[in-house]
DNA sequence: GCCGCGACTGGATATATTTACAGCATGGAA
DNA sequence: TTCCATGCTGTAAATATATCCAGTCGCGGC
């Protein structure tokens, strides 16, 4: 994907954070508005050159046609106070692999009605977690983890990761050399090893909690 | 939620659908088209019935205002006499002294705003686990466990059970012949065995979900 | 039978939304 | 200097959408 200029990034921000709040992507009006131009064709030329740069993908004539085209190079949490309407829960917006990693689509399934304050670090949104591979620590298949978007992760800490078309939650160590390993929770599972050099490793966020329906 | 008939459901599992393939809900005509409707009304109508019914929210004026709730089943409950004070959120326990009912205004810690739709069955207070009897299962030293107030357990249901002086979370199996044995799911636990002739032995609750704050 | 509810058809209308066209300004590259 | 990408304002037209109104049909309860 083509870089995107600061003011391109925002915009997909923008689209990124709409569809958490309300469920669908904005409209060009509405990007225009939170952006502050005065035209919605300000917003058209920059979908356009999202389109073009491969970070989104329009569909024609279609209202609210815009899809976020998977990996975002930058971890985009420049201006996570575009999430803090509240009003409504925490959007559940995907599913992640924790184990054989596996394709993670972004998009809003449903929302679950959790306060700011019931995890210490109040998260931005949920994911549903799929496979075993942290089960160690009491993450288990189907849970909804909470995540916090976050531009870094010290040693120790859980996190999201995307390793490519994948998205996990692992255990993140990082050595002296530089090396990075996500560590599975879960004996059966082996560890990711990382060269952050070659391969493509982007934080999508820290996990802040857990939160499990018993049937 | 109130129950949803058939066509209704397959109004709703389109929405998800579109939700899943586009990035964005449906219009009404383009439910109508999917299910078969010559007129985009007959999709305005069962939103309408979704959205009273509780299945979906509906923006007003916006197109392809359509948000997905949440879909964990149940309706909330009525009689949740346990829930006494202000819709404030669920009390959470801490110790409970021996033959002290376990909801006394005394023992409550603070409080936890999660919304009834938040588990498949809503809890009526949280516990705050002791332990690590119950790791097996991700129910962690620590974790809030989300528990409602019942009279009766099934076989290999996780309950919140009081025996004399001690409260404890366990998977409840009871024999032909009446043997009571509380299962511990961490294989450093030995299971308990109860006799109810003997034994006293009393049912707090069920175990109905189980919230975690990673720090 | 009468009524409410679930499930529709058909048509009309007010908005919402996309998109094209015409410009303007800036800054870097050829 | 000219060309081109970025980043805008403003207006207008073409569509896309939501929503209202007026009916129809069948079914189960009162």
């Known amino acids: 994907m083509e870089k995107l200029t600061p003011k391109q990034q925002r915009v997909y921000d923008f689209i990124r954070d709409t569809l958490i709040d309300t469920g669908a992507p904005p409209t060009r009006a509405e990007i225009a508005q939170a952006l502050g131009f005065a035209s919605a064709n300000a917003a058209q030329a920059h979908l356009r050159t999202l389109a073009r740069k491969g970070a989104i993908e329009l569909g024609s004539r279609r209202s609210r046609g815009i899809r976020l085209v998977n990996n975002s190079g930058e971890p985009a949490s420049v201006d996570t106070a575009a999430n803090d309407d509240t009003d409504d829960g925490l959007a559940v917006i995907g599913r992640v692999a924790a184990g054989e990693p596996i394709l993670a689509v972004e998009h809003i399934e449903r929302r679950v009605r959790i306060a700011d ?91 802040v909690g857990v939160v499990r329906s018993i049937h």
């Open 117 to 207: 304050d019931v995890f210490a670090t109040p998260a931005d949104y949920l994911l549903t977690v799929r496979g075993d591979s942290m089960t160690g620590v009491g993450i288990l298949d189907g849970d909804l983890l909470g995540v916090k978007t976050a531009s870094e992760v010290h040693n120790g800490q859980i996190g999201v990761f995307r390793l490519g078309e994948d998205v996990t939650v692992k255990r993140f160590f990082k050595s002296d050399t530089g090396a990075v390993r996500l560590q599975a929770e879960n004996p059966a599972h082996a560890d990711i090893q990382v060269d952050p050099e070659q391969d493509e490793l982007v934080l999508e966020g820290l996990a």
